[in-house]
């Protein structure tokens, strides 16, 4: 199958050439040019640049570090004035960072200020410290500590107070302020650090179970929501002011018609909020002292379908002079990056063409043909189906079925070069938008979370049972896939219902949920309790997860094909649930498909290097275009 993994590599490579400098994160600075990092043309790792329409490599963070092992940047920060700045790095794939620190325009090497640290970072300007997270024994970010800009020992700063909670750090807009939470998948807590390293409570004036804020220039925008209640967007021009009298809090905003609001970044003069509806994401604009508030609409030289879905995310990074980056793509077209100035009403392309022409740094593409469905559950539940097609291809098509179904986390619409290589050889892809996802909002991650989470199995069949049934597949040409948590749900409704599917890929899979969250101390179970459910605590989460669990659900059945990938140095899932699942299937099935594994020394989010992750991926579409009797198909026959 070389020739074909080969072939697809191409094809994916050049489906991305355009893309190269989307940018990851954003610095935008008062003094300087902008520095934003990205990879570039014919790099495997980020390069911090410098330059819109001629950008110059500032730092290459491939030559500071060692050649030939796996490196993952986790963070990036950049202090609004100096030429430092520091990040942390993943040299295994392990999830175990390093803080390193940097100067603008100096040599490559870099230098480390702490080890055992989670991804995320903070800059705090009142001490020149840099704050981190600060890794467990069971590999879960659980406290902050500080780092001084120079060096020396690390201080405490916080500490989680229960095992289902993990810690995050983050700089505001205006690089000025440091906010730590407190995180579950299913709500959080936020403080704001003071100059003598005291925690002040961002509380809403009301009780939420979500907290997300940012800060700028001295006010603050924070968004709150609760079980049951509208999602809200609060407003003050006073901090801390606000924190000694809530009652300086405004509420400037409420989502309405079941929306909920997403995310949230203060600039100068006003907020943006991601507001998200049944139909999708938009922007919302609120004018802190009108308390006005208007979506933002979208200008530039890639025009999107009306009423076309899109996925709209802030660009991280520094926002001292008040403009906001913005990241907006489809199914169909790559992210494109996107500036909102202080008196904007409308995002434009922040790059210009060769010609002076607006970029967003997009590719329109006619490639597939988009269709949304709506897919009868269990509970009479409608559950959101988005399935992609090669353009024009009437009938009944193999079809690939995607889902996740855990943390809240939406499968929104984003471009991916390699789901073009199937639908060129005449293969669909199916996104099912299953409860326990955050597709349509808090309430339904609530309906697949906890004893709740086998509706996610249920939602999944029933898609998959909607596209044979009517006539979008044919009957056993459906291949099922998801990841990491989505493969408790996927791997669950291939043991209930295995004659649907003839073929399976499970990749860095939880397949072992049940004595997994048995485990106490093992990586990540706390954290997980959240979501799942605490089998030691809750006699029916342990019936229910005994029922659902993928390994001890395996039985004698007429099983798919399926391709397993683990990863030596995952710290989250371990690699010997993919080899008892492999074992208990080819125990247990009646049929003569393969069962195929493959296992390497990376981490749960792969390699560090694009190229290496593009074979990755060839070999699972190779695996899925062999089971579908399309190996030998060219993409130029269909």
């Known amino acids: ?88 790095l993943d040299i ?4 175990n960072h390093l803080v390193r620190a940097g100067r603008l325009g100096g040599p490559p090497a870099a230098r480390t200020l702490a080890q055992g640290a989670g991804p995320a970072l903070a800059w705090d300007a009142s001490s020149a410290s840099v704050l981190f997270t600060v890794l467990d024994e069971a590999m879960s970010p659980s406290a902050v500590h500080a780092v001084h800009a120079d060096g020396g020992p690390s201080r405490h700063i916080f500490t989680v107070e229960s095992d289902s909670e993990f810690a995050d750090v983050r700089t505001s807009s205006d690089g000025s302020r440091v906010l730590v939470t407190a995180e579950t998948h299913s709500g959080a807590r936020m403080w704001l650090l003071s100059a003598a390293d005291q925690l002040l409570p961002l509380e809403p004036p009301r009780p939420g179970g979500r907290v997300r804020a940012d800060c700028w220039a001295g006010y603050a925008a924070m968004i709150c929501s609760a079980q049951g209640e509208p999602d809200r967007l609060y407003t003050t021009l006073s901090l801390p002011g606000a924190i000694r009298r809530p009652a300086t809090w405004h509420r400037s905003y409420e989502a309405a018609g079941g929306a909920c609001l997403e995310d949230v970044v203060c ?57 906001t980056d913005i990241s907006r793509e489809t199914w169909q077209d790559p992210a494109g990056w996107f500036r909102l100035g202080p008196g904007d009403r409308t995002a434009r392309p922040a790059r210009t063409g060769g010609d002076g022409s607006a970029d967003s740094g997009t590719v329109p593409s006619a490639e597939m043909d988009i ?169 029916a989460i342990r019936e229910m997860l005994a029922g659902l669990s993928p390994l001890a659900n ?43 594994l493959r296992i390497d020394d990376t981490g749960h989010l792969g390699h560090s290097s694009v190229t290496a992750d593009f074979y990755d991926e060839a070999d699972v579409l190779a695996f899925i275009l062999d089971q579908l009797g399309l190996a030998g198909c060219q993409a130029t026959d269909v």
Not at 30 to 53: D, K, R
Not at 58 to 75: K, Q
Not at 291 to 319: C, H, K
Not at 565 to 593: I, M, Y
Request: glycine fraction near 10%; include cysteine; charged fraction near 20%.
């Open 371 to 539: 269709v949304r469905l709506k897919v009868p559950s269990a509970g009479q539940v409608t559950v959101p189906l988005t399935l992609l097609r090669p353009p024009g291809r009437p009938g009944p098509l193999p079809t690939v079925l995607y889902a996740h179904g855990a943390y809240g986390v939406p499968l929104d619409p984003v471009y991916m070069p390699f789901r073009l290589s199937l639908l060129d050889r005449g293969v669909a892809f199916a996104v099912a938008h299953v409860r326990g996802g955050g597709d349509l909002g808090p309430a339904w991650h609530e309906a697949g979370r906890g004893l709740r989470k086998p509706a996610a199995v249920a939602d999944y069949l029933a898609a998959a049972r909607y596209l044979t049934d009517h006539g979008w597949a044919p009957q056993g040409m459906i291949v099922a896939r998801a990841r990491s948590a989505g493969t408790a749900v996927v791997g669950a409704a291939v043991n209930q219902a295995p004659a649907l599917f003839t073929a399976a890929v499970l990749e860095t899979p939880f397949l072992d949920c049940l004595r997994v969250l048995l485990e106490p101390d093992a990586a990540l179970t706390g954290p997980e309790w959240d979501e799942w459910g605490n089998p030691l605590a809750d006699p």
């Open 1 to 88: 199958m070389a020739p074909l993994r080969h072939a697809l590599v191409g094809e994916f490579k050049g489906r991305t050439m355009r893309q190269d400098l989307t940018p990851i994160a954003v610095y935008d600075r008062i003094c300087g040019p902008v520095l934003f990092l990205a990879i570039p043309a014919g790099s495997e790792l980020p390069c911090l640049l410098a330059g819109y329409e001629r950008p110059e490599v500032v730092f290459d963070f491939a030559r500071s570090e060692e050649p030939g092992t796996e490196r993952l940047i986790g963070d990036l920060v950049i202090p609004p004035a100096g030429d430092s700045f520091f990040y942390t």
């Open 554 to 596: 395996v039985r004698p059945a007429g099983y798919p094909a399926f391709l397993l990938t683990a990863g030596e140095r995952d710290a989250r899932v371990q690699v010997s649930e993919a080899l008892c699942f492999a074992d208990a299937v080819r125990s247990a099935t009646t049929s003569a498909r393969d069962v195929l």
């Open 92 to 95: 295994d794939g392990s999830d």
């Open 267 to 323: 600039a100068d003069g006003h907020a943006l909020a991601i507001e998200r509806a049944a139909g999708g994401q938009r922007l919302i604009r609120v004018e802190l002292h009108g308390q006005r508030a208007a979506p933002v609409e979208f200008a530039g030289a890639t025009a999107w379908p009306p009423g076309d879905p899109a996925s709209i995310e802030f660009v991280p990074g520094l926002r001292q002079r008040g403009v």
